[in-house]
C-alpha cells in the first residue's frame, strides 16, 4: 500500500462526502419544507424503485473494473487496461437498456401494484432514462479508484449534486401545485438531468487521463483470459446479492407504510412517519460516516493486491487499523447523537418526531458504520459471495418480522426490527472478515476502551451544555457536541487509543 497516496485519496473522498452530505442535508430540510413529510414519504417509496432500477443498471460491474484493472495496472499494458473498461462499458449499457425498458412501460403497474400510488408513475417514467447514465458512470467510476486517481469521480460528484439541486430549486415551484405527484417528479428531473451531465463529466476526465495510464510493460496486448468470463465471475456474485437485497429492501420499503398504517389506522400518518424515519432520521445519522465510506472505497484494490501477494501481515494490519478507526469514531458520534437528539431535530427539521427517531437508533451507529466498512474490504479479499448470503439472511428476517411484529407495535415494532438486522449482519460480516485475516477480536482496543472515553466525554458535554439555559439552542449544541469530542479526544490519549495514528518505535 503507499500510504501517502492512500491518505491523500482518502482525504480527497472523505472532504467530497463531507460536501455532499452537507449540501444533502440542506437540500433535504428545503425540501421536506417545500414538499412536507408526506411527500418526503411518496419520495422515499419511489426512491426505493430507483435504488432497485440502479442496481440492475450498474450490475456490480464497478467493483469488477476497479479489482481487474488494477490487477493490469501490475501485469498488463495500457490497452488492456482500456479493452477491460469499454467491455465493461458496453455490457452495462445493455443491461441499463434493459433497466430503462423495464421502468418507463412498466411504471403504471409498479406504481398502482407495489407503491399502491398513482401519483408515482410519473416520476418513475422519468427516472428511467437516468440509468444509462449511471451504468457508465459507474464503470469510470471503478476505473479511477483502480487507477488511485479519484479527483475526477469526485469533482463529478460534487457537480452532480449541485446539478440535481439547481434544477430541483428552479422548477419545483412550477410543479408542486399540481400536488405531490408532480412535485416529485420535479425531483426526479432534476435526478435524470444531474446523472447525464455528470456521466458527460466523467467522460471528458476519461478522455484526459488515459493517455498517461501507469501500466506494467509486460508486452502482451490483452490480457490471458475472457475479459467478459471475469467480468461476470467478479461482478455476478456481487450483482445477484444487490439485486435481491435491493429488491427485497424495496419490497420492505413499500410494505413499511402500510404495515404501520395496520396499526394506526392512517396511511397519510404512516406516510409521513416513513418519511420521518428514512428521508429525515437516517441520512442524519450516516452524516459524519463520510470518511468510512472513503475507507471502504479505497480498501477494495488494496486488499486485492494484498490478496493477491499472500501478504497475511498487510491484511491484519490493515483490517485491525480499519476497525479501530471506525470503532473509535463511531462510537463518540453515537454518543453525541444520544445526547443532542433533540436539538438537532428540531434544528434541522423544527420536529421533535424525528428528534426521537435519532435518540431511538444513535445506539446502532457504531454497527451501522462497522457493517459499511467490512463489506468493502470483504469484497477486497473475494468474499462477495459471503456477502450475498449475508445480505439475503438479513433481508428475509427483516421483511419476515415486519409482518409479524410491525402492525402490532407499529414505529416501535420497525425500529426494533431495524436494531435486530444491524446486530445480526454486522455480527456475521465482522466474523467472517477476523476469519479470513486469521485473527481475534479486540474487545479491549475497540470497544472497551471507545466505550469508556465516549461516556465520560458525553458527561462532559452535556453538562456543558446545560450550563448556558439561556443561550439558543444551536449554540448549546456547538458547544457541547465540541466539549465532547476535546473530552473525547484527551481521553482515549490517555486510555491509550487512537492507535492507528501512532508510529511504532
Known amino acids: ?25 440542506v437540500f433535504r430540510v428545503w425540501l421536506s419544507g417545500a414538499i412536507g413529510a408526506e411527500g418526503m414519504g411518496l419520495y422515499q417509496l419511489i426512491l426505493s424503485v430507483y435504488m432497485l432500477a440502479a442496481t440492475f443498471a450498474t450490475s456490480g460491474i464497478s467493483t469488477a473494473v476497479t479489482r481487474l484493472i488494477a490487477e493490469e495496472l501490475e501485469v498488463g499494458t495500457a490497452r488492456s487496461v482500456r479493452r477491460i473498461l469499454f467491455r465493461s462499458v458496453c455490457l452495462t449499457l445493455v443491461i441499463a437498456a434493459a433497466s430503462t425498458a423495464a421502468v418507463f412501460f412498466g411504471a403504471d403497474l409498479i406504481a398502482e401494484f407495489f407503491i399502491k400510488d398513482m401519483r408515482a408513475a410519473l416520476s418513475l417514467k422519468i427516472l428511467a432514462f437516468s440509468l444509462p447514465f449511471m451504468g457508465i458512470s459507474s464503470c469510470i467510476r471503478g476505473y479511477f479508484i483502480a487507477l488511485r486517481r479519484v479527483a475526477v469521480q469526485s469533482s463529478a460528484q460534487v457537480f452532480e449534486q449541485l446539478i440535481r439541486i439547481g434544477v430541483i430549486m428552479v422548477i419545483i415551484g412550477h410543479f408542486a401545485p399540481y400536488g405531490i405527484g408532480y412535485a416529485s417528479a420535479a425531483v426526479l428531473i432534476g435526478d435524470t438531468v444531474a446523472e447525464a451531465l ?51 429492501r424495496t419490497i420492505e420499503s413499500l410494505i413499511v407504510p402500510q404495515k404501520l398504517a395496520a396499526h394506526s389506522g392512517a396511511y397519510d400518518l404512516s406516510l409521513a412517519a416513513f418519511g420521518n424515519l428514512k428521508g429525515m432520521a437516517l441520512p442524519v445519522l450516516f452524516f459524519p460516516g463520510s470518511f468510512l465510506s472513503a475507507l471502504s472505497t479505497l480498501m477494495v484494490p488494496e486488499m486485492s493486491g494484498a490478496a493477491a501477494s499472500g501478504d497475511k501481515s498487510a491484511i491484519r494490519s490493515a483490517v485491525s487499523k480499519t476497525i479501530s478507526i471506525t470503532c473509535e469514531a463511531a462510537m463518540i458520534i453515537a454518543g453525541i447523537f444520544v445526547i443532542f437528539s433533540g436539538e438537532i431535530g428540531r434544528l434541522l427539521y423544527s420536529s421533535d418526531e424525528v428528534g426521537i427517531l435519532i435518540a431511538c437508533l444513535s445506539p446502532l451507529v457504531p454497527l451501522m458504520y462497522l457493517e459499511s466498512v467490512t463489506d468493502g474490504i470483504l469484497k477486497g479479499l473475494d468474499q462477495q459471495n459471503a456477502v450475498f448470503r449475508y445480505n439475503v439472511i438479513d433481508s428475509a428476517v427483516r421483511i419476515a418480522l415486519i409482518y409479524a411484529v410491525v402492525p402490532l407495535f407499529g414505529m416501535a415494532g420497525f425500529l426494533t426490527v431495524m436494531a435486530v438486522s444491524n446486530v445480526m449482519t454486522s455480527v456475521l460480516c465482522i466474523g467472517r472478515l477476523l476469519r479470513c ?69
Open 1 to 25: 500500500m503507499q500510504t501517502g497516496k492512500f491518505i491523500k485519496n482518502a482525504a480527497v473522498l472523505t472532504v467530497t462526502a463531507l460536501i455532499l452530505r452537507g449540501i444533502g442535508m
Open 437 to 505: 485475516a486469521e485473527m481475534g477480536f479486540d474487545w479491549k482496543n475497540w470497544v472497551l476502551r471507545p466505550i469508556i472515553a465516549a461516556a465520560v466525554a458525553c458527561g462532559g458535554g452535556y453538562g456543558a451544555a446545560r450550563l448556558m439555559p439561556e443561550s439558543g439552542e444551536l449554540l448549546r449544541f456547538l458547544v457541547g457536541a465540541a466539549v465532547c469530542i476535546g473530552v473525547y479526544a484527551a481521553a482515549m490519549i490517555r486510555f491509550g487509543g487512537f492507535a492507528a495514528f501512532r508510529r511504532r518505535k
Open 198 to 248: 455528470s456521466c458527460l463529466f466523467m467522460f471528458i476526465g476519461y478522455n484526459v487521463s488515459r493517455r498517461n495510464i501507469n501500466a506494467a510493460k509486460c508486452g502482451r496486448k490483452s490480457p490471458p483470459y475472457s475479459v467478459t468470463g471475469r467480468i461476470a465471475a467478479i461482478s455476478l456474485p456481487i450483482t445477484a446479492g444487490r439485486y435481491l437485497t435491493t429488491g427485497l
